[in-house]
């Protein structure tokens, strides 16, 4: 009788894991650990022979060190920043991620908040509600026209393009900055490529959609803010720790920026010692344009399932034999 492997998810996903049940049947056996901190995986996932992993938990190099004989860990999403890669590629172990499965999602997101910001539905919905009064629209001028204005794109792959296209939908000019986007992916959007200043300076809204590296840790600081224009939007549904989010609220108190949309942050769950809570929970007059969600721009129903079906068949594939499909951690793995 062939025997059952283990499959281990993380955290986040509660029990019953039917939908990765279904998919490892006969191959695995799916449980929940529900770690809260990356500490708690610890004696946990000995024996696992894959992992999946959602953003409540790190798998570091000590994680690592324990697992003898995980064959795959797979990030339920699309960032990969919170696996070592290089340890687990030196123990032979694929890092994959699903990159795919919300793309639409977070691109309507990033628009989403960007016109809340700039149709100043944040500002009257919040004045309004208070006494009822302007019932005009003096709680929310200066408005702009987006027809006709600028969108940039920070990081024109698969979320940053999906953005572009829904911008142009909305007959904005949309320009890009990516150092390493794919030769050509300019003009399949036809979005031109610029760099980061110009970017900054001319864009009526900016929206990030870049990965979290070395490189674009707090890409969005002090100095690129001050770049912007007074009645800028910038939005970030990308990673937390590439907006320096102190800088933010200093430029939002300051009126550098006219608005912000954000739907992650360095740290997660957000606490209320960050100045950009603090400035957002304020009870000012006038409201700050400050938009907060709780990294919820990749939701929907179907968004979820899909995520959770992908990444079960890539374990599925891997323990099978099979190679995997979005393996991001090649250049490390012996
Ligand atoms: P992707 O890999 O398709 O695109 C990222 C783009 O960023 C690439 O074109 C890359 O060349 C570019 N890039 C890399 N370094 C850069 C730099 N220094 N400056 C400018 N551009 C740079 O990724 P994606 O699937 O479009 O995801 C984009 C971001 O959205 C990621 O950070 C991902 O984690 C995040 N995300 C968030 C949610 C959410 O719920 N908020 C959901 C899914 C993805």
Known sequence: MKSMKRVVITDYLEPPASIE??????????????AKN?????????????????????ITREVVEELHQCKA??????????????????????????????????????????????????????????????????????????????MGIIGLGRIGGATALRAKGLRMNVQAYDPYVRAGTDKLLGVPLVGLEELLETSDI????????????????????????PTAILVNTARGAVVDTDALAAALKEGQIAGAGIDVLPDEPATSDMP?????????????????????????????????EKAAQEIRRVLSGEMPKNCVNREFLQ
């Not at 049940?21 to 529900?34: P, S």
């Not at 990356?38 to 790190?58: F, N, R, W």
């Not at 809340?116 to 509600?129: P, Q, S």
């Not at 900016?206 to 224009?229: C, F, G, N, Y």
């Open 21 to 34: 049940t279904q998919v490892l049947e006969g191959v695995a056996n799916v449980e929940c650990l529900l």
């Open 38 to 58: 990356t500490q708690e995986l610890m004696g946990e996932l000995t024996d696992a022979d894959g992992i999946i992993l959602c953003h409540e938990v790190s």
């Open 73 to 150: 860990v797979v990030r339920c999403g699309v960032g990969f920043d919170n696996i070592d890669r290089k340890a687990a590629g030196e123990r032979g172990i694929y890092v994959c991620n699903v990159p795919d499965y919300g793309v639409d999602e977070v691109a309507d997101h990033a628009i989403a908040m960007a016109l809340a910001c700039n149709r100043g539905l944040i500002k009257a919905e919040r004045t309004l509600r208070k006494g009822l009064q302007p019932w005009d629209m003096r709680s929310i001028q200066p408005i702009f026209r987006v027809a006709g204005a600028t």
């Open 206 to 229: 900016v929206s990030v959609h870049t990965p979290l590296t070395e490189e674009t840790r707090k890409l969005i600081d002090a100095s690129a803010l001050s770049l912007m224009k």
């Open 276 to 308: 950009l809570i603090q400035l957002w929970q304020q009870d000012r007059q006038p409201p700050v344009n400050l938009m907060i969600t709780p990294h919820t721009a990749f939701y929907s129903d179907a968004g979820l399932v899909e995520m959770r």
